[in-house]
């Protein structure tokens, strides 16, 4: 779940991305890995609210 543009978003994790779901699936990360792992660009503190 993220904010844009003063809206909720909420998207399963594992679709935000193909290199994110392979990393879970094929080497086993977790869910904080994955969030702190700078892929999930929703994530990201300070992120450009339009570029999400």
């Known amino acids: 779940m993220w904010r ?3 809206r909720s978003k ?3 994790l594992l679709t935000t991305s ?3 779901r392979g990393l879970y699936y ?3 990360f ?3 890995e994955l969030y702190d ?3 999930i660009a929703q994530a ?3 992120a450009d609210e339009g570029s999400v």
């Open 37 to 39: 792992s700078g892929l």
């Open 44 to 46: 990201i503190p300070g």
């Open 4 to 6: 844009t543009q003063g």
């Open 26 to 28: 094929e080497k086993g």
């Open 10 to 12: 909420l998207r399963p």
């Open 30 to 32: 977790d869910v904080f």
């Open 18 to 20: 193909p290199e994110v």
